[in-house]
């Protein structure tokens, strides 16, 4: 009886839970289909699985009946709420601009100065851009002044100007009238005498001068030196010294260089201020004492460069006496200039100027390291 009543008690379940299942799976499956975003996987795919358990094994899926409740709560958020937002996608991309734009900032800053610890701050970025010009120390320029006012004075001087005023630290000077002088020559060369005639033609015009002395020897020819130039304030500014006998040597003045340039390829010299050659020296000396002769007391001294054919030292000149001396001309009151030798090879010069002749030089001597000796005279008056 036991066993009739077995089967027959079990046999209606077997239906009912399969309705049951069937309704709960169908319901399950609309929820789903209606609660997903677009976008989203389909919920195919989780419904699949108690599917085949229910067609597989029908106690087990019995009892995924009872549980099948909580599965559907946590299906959907599992479905729903991973889906992510849109705001929280676009965020970390604007931070890693912003991340990159400071590593741009702090890139350049590191190029201007070291990088501080507020690089990425406007305040720190400026200080340094600041830093390198505050570098540039103003006190040079008043440097930079100071050294070229001396050139400015040294071309005022070498080229000249219409103004009334001398150069500064040259003396005014008044170059005097033209001239011809005549003049008997005697000397040694080697400890052999010799006489010869010289001539110093003087003219001046128009602002400018020119100066030639000759001096001719019977039987060996003749000798010249000639000084060409314009007059300023301060006197007589050279432009080209020549000394020719066999050949020509000459010695250019370049004012816009401040340079003096010899033509047998010698170095450059520099060009000083009240700078003459060995023929203009002469007539300068006359025009200083010309413009101011109480200003030239005996024993003061005058330095001048004075240029020849090679080279352009500078002469020291002592001032002497007047003094009476005799001449082949006659007697003629004279002050006497003397070039004192600095070095083993310098001559000594020695210049007579006469203040009745405008100071033009009446008598110069010669005397050369090694003895040799020219004495030129005033011959006649002119």
């Given at each position: 009886?036991?066993?009739h009543q077995t089967p027959s008690s079990g046999s209606p379940r077997w239906p009912v839970l399969a309705t049951l299942v069937s309704v709960v799976l169908g319901l399950h499956m609309v929820l789903l289909a209606g609660g997903l975003a677009p976008g989203i996987a389909p919920a195919t795919s989780a419904v699949s699985a108690p599917q085949r358990l229910a067609h597989a094994d029908p106690q087990s899926a019995g009892h995924h009946h009872a549980t099948a409740p909580r599965p559907v709560h946590v299906s959907n958020v599992r479905w729903i709420?991973?889906?992510?937002?849109?705001?929280?996608?676009?965020?970390?991309?604007?931070?890693?601009?912003?991340?990159?734009?400071?590593?741009?900032?702090?890139?350049?800053?590191?190029?201007?100065?070291?990088?501080?610890?507020?690089?990425?701050?406007?305040?720190?970025?400026?200080?340094?851009?600041?830093?390198?010009?505050?570098?540039?120390?103003?006190?040079?320029?008043?440097?930079?002044?100071?050294?070229?006012?001396?050139?400015?004075?040294?071309?005022?001087?070498?080229?000249?100007?219409?103004?009334?005023?001398?150069?500064?630290?040259?003396?005014?000077?008044?170059?005097?009238?033209?001239?011809?002088?005549?003049?008997?020559?005697?000397?040694?060369?080697?400890?052999?005498?010799?006489?010869?005639?010289?001539?110093?033609?003087?003219?001046?015009?128009?602002?400018?001068?020119?100066?030639?002395?000759?001096?001719?020897?019977?039987?060996?020819?003749?000798?010249?030196?000639?000084?060409?130039?314009?007059?300023?304030?301060?006197?007589?500014?050279?432009?080209?010294?020549?000394?020719?006998?066999?050949?020509?040597?000459?010695?250019?003045?370049?004012?816009?260089?401040?340079?003096?340039?010899?033509?047998?390829?010698?170095?450059?010299?520099?060009?000083?201020?009240?700078?003459?050659?060995?023929?203009?020296?002469?007539?300068?000396?006359?025009?200083?004492?010309?413009?101011?002769?109480?200003?030239?007391?005996?024993?003061?001294?005058?330095?001048?460069?004075?240029?020849?054919?090679?080279?352009?030292?500078?002469?020291?000149?002592?001032?002497?006496?007047?003094?009476?001396?005799?001449?082949?001309?006659?007697?003629?009151?004279?002050?006497?200039?003397?070039?004192?030798?600095?070095?083993?090879?310098?001559?000594?010069?020695?210049?007579?100027?006469?203040?009745?002749?405008?100071?033009?030089?009446?008598?110069?001597?010669?005397?050369?390291?090694?003895?040799?000796?020219?004495?030129?005279?005033?011959?006649?008056?002119?």
């Open positions: 009886m036991t066993t709420t991973p889906a992510p937002p849109p705001v929280p996608v676009t965020a970390p991309l604007r931070q890693r601009r912003t991340s990159d734009r400071a590593t741009t900032v702090a890139a350049t800053d590191i190029a201007v100065a070291p990088p501080s610890a507020d690089a990425a701050a406007p305040q720190a970025i400026e200080p340094p851009v600041d830093a390198p010009l505050a570098s540039h120390s103003p006190e040079r320029v008043p440097e930079y002044i100071e050294a070229t006012a001396p050139d400015a004075a040294v071309l005022v001087a070498a080229a000249g100007s219409d103004a009334p005023a001398t150069p500064t630290g040259l003396p005014p000077a008044q170059p005097p009238s033209s001239n011809r002088l005549l003049y008997d020559v005697s000397g040694t060369v080697k400890g052999i005498g010799y006489s010869a005639q010289g001539t110093l033609d003087w003219t001046v015009a128009n602002g400018r001068y020119d100066a030639r002395m000759e001096m001719r020897v019977f039987l060996l020819g003749s000798r010249s030196q000639t000084s060409t130039g314009r007059i300023g304030p301060a006197g007589l500014m050279p432009e080209r010294f020549a000394d020719k006998s066999r050949s020509e040597k000459a010695a250019h003045f370049d004012a816009d260089n401040l340079r003096i340039r010899f033509s047998n390829n010698a170095p450059d010299a520099p060009l000083q201020p009240g700078a003459q050659d060995r023929l203009s020296l002469f007539m300068q000396l006359a025009a200083l004492l010309r413009a101011r002769p109480e200003a030239y007391a005996a024993g003061q001294m005058v330095d001048m460069q004075v240029a020849g054919t090679g080279d352009a030292p500078i002469w020291h000149f002592k001032v002497g006496e007047e003094s009476t001396i005799q001449l082949p001309a006659g007697e003629v009151r004279a002050r006497q200039f003397v070039r004192l030798p600095r070095k083993e090879f310098d001559s000594t010069v020695e210049i007579w100027l006469a203040p009745s002749l405008e100071y033009l030089p009446v008598r110069l001597r010669i005397t050369q390291p090694n003895g040799d000796v020219a004495d030129q005279q005033l011959s006649q008056m002119p």
